[in-house]
Every structure is written in structure tokens, then in C-alpha cells.
């Protein structure tokens, strides 16, 4: 079945209040059409059509993809209108899916339901039972049980308002059908608007059948319009991604105090502090154990390691068994090697630290090749800017760097070799040499001191 999936995304969104398009708004950290597409493109379609209207332009920029196929509402006529202007792109479609870009929670057990059950030749709804309906869209049956309407709450009878099964407003429409019904619609409603709900009508009128579908759970289908509502699909993003975290075999201090906001690969037996945020694409494997306030971003943790609370860590590669922090920070292009150390007030960037190796307190290493079994002493850090070009600095196996210690790159420490404390180094040190880089201490008896006696 060739499959067509349409994400209405061209309202304003003036409740949120926000020169942002509503679409692009976040939920765990990727705007809401971003998440419709990732479900639309699980579902293997033909062809993704997405109507832009309000902020055409910001939304194709930042959501621009070669599967995409972008078409704008001039003006914003209501759903039937906006799914039309789809129609010259669908020739050849067997189905037409129709989404919205600011439902970002619904999940694709749902829209395969609602896409088998109505095949090519059926017109299949998204229902919900909601226990407050107010503002949507109620499903009008017959004696039978069959669906006969969408009555849009604005033009509900009083006996129709009682009804609490509620339109979604996803869709799925049959191919062969879609030209002729939203070419047929009427602006005559309260709205003054081109319903897509009144393709119901017309369905039953050609006796063709209309079937339902709903998904596990309301919120699902929750939209936001406004930043309240933003918050609420927020957090019920976070609730789903801690249940799967924790079925998967993490421990959660407080499941609602993690905050995922990317895509988490887990191992077994991981323990998670609370206030934790993992963005981006993160793998952390068996044994880990994250203490509270740390934040992770497009890193990978290896078997038995511990990140220590308040920790940073981005684009970073972290060993087994290794030890990071407190209040450490990884920066990008760091790669910790099995049981090595970086300690609490440590800063590294562009840094492969070797085996066993330690970098404990207080201290700067960036564009830094680190070697097995280093110890690199408090406050040390790597001189590897000169205001125009960075320079690497080389610490072979088996170096102990001597706190204080300033290294200008380039430099290479040879193997075995000693930094005093309170070098700055300047040139290579061979391998098993003692280096001293400082001034020789004077004493000055006729000192006067400048303090009031």
C-alpha cells in the first residue's frame, strides 16, 4: 500500500505567546514537528508532506530533510483546506495519514492501528474517551454504533456536548476518495473554516466504511497550545522515558527527577542520582552509577564507571571503570582509557588520558596525548593556545607532573620522566630526567613591609 503521511504545521500558535513558530517549540529538547517526523518516517511512507504557513521559512530551515516535501498555506482556511493543498504531490497514494505537528507524544503502536484497520479502502479515525472533552470535536454514532459525524464543539448540539468520546483529528484517509471530498467542503459552520471532520459525513453518505481507532493512553494525543500545555507533554515525555529506562534495567533514585532529552542506549544494574540530564545520543553501560546534578551530552560510559555529582560531560568517550569528578567537566573530544582518574575542579578538551592514569584536582588539560599510569598534579595545566593556533602537548607513559606546573605546547614529556612542582616547561624533557622550570627563591632580610605597624 503506497502510504502518503500529511503534518498539518502552518498555525501561528498565539497562545504561546512567542515569535517562535509553535511547531518548533521543545519537548525533550527537539521541537514538537521534529518528533511527528521521526513517527511519520517509522512508518515507512511513500511520501511525507508537511504544510507550513506561519514561519514557513524558520521551520523549512531548521527542519530541512530530503524526505520532506514542504508546501505552504498561503492562508489558513482551516485542516480541510490545509490537507488540500497536498493534493497535486498525492497522485498514485492509496492512503492518506493526516497528523499535526504539535501532537509529539503519540506513539507508532497507534498510527499502525489506525493504518491497517482502514487500509486503502476505508476511512479510519483516532478517537479518545475523554473524561473532559471540552474543545474537542465529538464522534456522533447511531443507534448501531457506527460512526455518522465530527461535530466541532463550537456547533454541538447540547445533547451532543453529553458525548465523550472525542476527534483526535488524526486521519486516515482512502487514497482514491481524498480529491473529491476535500474539493467538496463548506466554510458554512461557525468557524467560517474548511473542516477535514466533515469528510465523516461524506463517507457514510457513500456507505463506505468508517472505523476507529484509539491510542493506549490520552496523552498520546495531547496537543499544546500553550506553554502550560507544553509543560504538561513535557513531563509525561519524561514519566515514558524513565519507565522505559527502568524496565530496561536502570535504577532511578527519582524517577521524575531525570530529564532525557535525546536518544539513551542502557546496559543492566545502572544507578542514576536525581537531577540528571542525558542529551543527545548517550550509551552507558552495566555497572555505571551517576550521582545527582550531572549532565551528559553525546557521550559514551563505559562498564563499572562512576561520574561523580555535578559533573559535565559532552563528546566525550569515558573507559571501564574509570572515575570522573565531582564537578568535573569533559569537554569534546576527550577519551578516558580504562581506570583512569579525572578528579573534582578538572577541566579537559581534545584529551586522550591513558590507563590508569590521574588527573585529580584543579586543573587544564586540553589538546593533550596522555599516556598509561601518568599522575598530573593540582593545578597543572596545558598551555596549548597562543591567541592564533592550538599545539599539542605529549605526556608519555609512567610521567609524574609535579602540581603547579605550567606545560607550553608544543612539548613532549618523555617516558618516566619527573615535572618538578611549580615548572613551567617550555621544551621536551627526555625520558627519566628531572625537570625544573622555575626561579630560584631570594630571600630579602631588609624587606620594609607595607602594612601599618
Not at 395 to 405: A, K, L, Y
Request: glycine share 10%; aromatic share 4%.
Amino acid at each position: 500500500m503506497n502510504l502518503d503521511v500529511v503534518i498539518l504545521a502552518a498555525g501561528q500558535g498565539t497562545r504561546m505567546r512567542s515569535n517562535l513558530p509553535k511547531v518548533l517549540h521543545a519537548v525533550a529538547g527537539k521541537p514538537m514537528l521534529a518528533h511527528v517526523l521521526d513517527s511519520a518516517r517509522a512508518l515507512s511512507p511513500r511520501q511525507i508532506h508537511v504544510v507550513i504557513g506561519h514561519g514557513a521559512e524558520s521551520v523549512r530551515a531548521i527542519l530541512a530533510a530530503d524526505d520532506v516535501n514542504w508546501v505552504v498555506q498561503e492562508q489558513q482556511l482551516g485542516t480541510g483546506h490545509a490537507v488540500a493543498q497536498v493534493l497535486p504531490h498525492t497522485e498514485g497514494a492509496d492512503q492518506l495519514l493526516v497528523l499535526y505537528a504539535d501532537v509529539p507524544l503519540l506513539r507508532l503502536a497507534s498510527l499502525q492501528r489506525l493504518t491497517s484497520l482502514a487500509g486503502a479502502d476505508k476511512l479510519g479515525l483516532l478517537t479518545v474517551d475523554m473524561s473532559d472533552p471540552s474543545g474537542y470535536g465529538r464522534i456522533v454514532r447511531d443507534a448501531a454504533d457506527r460512526v455518522q459525524a465530527i461535530v466541532e464543539q463550537k456547533d454541538a448540539s447540547p445533547q451532543q456536548l453529553l458525548i465523550h468520546e472525542s476527534n483526535t483529528g488524526i486521519m486516515a484517509l482512502p487514497g482514491a476518495k481524498a480529491r473529491a471530498w476535500l474539493t467538496s467542503l463548506s466554510s458554512d459552520n461557525a468557524q467560517g473554516e474548511y473542516y477535514l471532520t466533515d469528510v465523516v459525513a461524506m463517507a457514510v453518505a457513500e456507505s463506505l466504511p468508517v472505523v476507529v481507532a484509539q491510542p493506549d493512553d490520552e496523552l498520546e494525543v495531547m496537543g499544546a497550545n500553550n506553554r502550560q500545555q507544553l509543560a504538561v507533554l513535557e513531563r509525561a515525555w519524561q514519566r515514558r522515558e524513565a519507565e522505559r529506562l527502568m524496565a530496561a534495567g536502570v535504577t532511578l533514585i527519582d524517577p521524575s527527577r531525570l530529564d532525557v532529552r535525546g536518544e539513551v542506549t542502557v546496559g543492566r544494574d545502572i544507578e542514576i542520582d536525581v537531577n540528571v540530564v542525558l542529551q543527545g545520543r548517550v550509551v552507558i553501560e552495566d555497572n555505571v552509577r551517576i550521582e545527582a546534578n550531572v549532565v551528559i551530552r553525546d557521550a559514551h560510559i563505559a562498564a563499572g564507571s562512576v561520574i561523580k555529582a555535578f559533573s559535565h560531560i559532552e563528546g566525550a568517550q569515558v573507559g571501564q571503570a574509570c572515575e570522573v569528578g565531582p564537578y568535573a567537566r569533559l569537554r569534546q573530544g576527550t577519551c578516558l582509557h580504562d581506570g583512569s582518574k579525572v578528579g573534582n575542579f578538572v577541566e579537559t578538551k581534545k584529551t586522550t588520558l591513558g590507563a590508569g592514569s590521574k588527573i585529580n584536582h584543579l586543573s587544564y588539560v586540553g589538546d593533550a596525548e596522555v599516556g598509561r599510569g601518568v599522575n598530573i598534579g593540582a593545578g597543572t595545566i596545558t598551555c596549548n593556545y597562543d591567541g592564533a593556533n592550538k599545539f599539542v602537548t605529549r605526556i608519555e607513559d609512567g610521567v609524574f607532573v609535579g602540581s603547579n606546573s605550567a606545560l607550553v605546547a608544543p612539548v613532549t614529556l618523555g617516558e618516566g620522566s619527573t615535572i618538578a612542582a611549580g615548572s613551567t616547561i617550555t621544551a621536551d624533557v627526555p625520558a627519566d630526567n628531572l625537570a625544573f622550570g622555575r626561579a630560584r627563591q631570594t630571600l630579602r632580610a631588609d624587606w620594609k613591609s607595607s602594612k601599618p605597624s
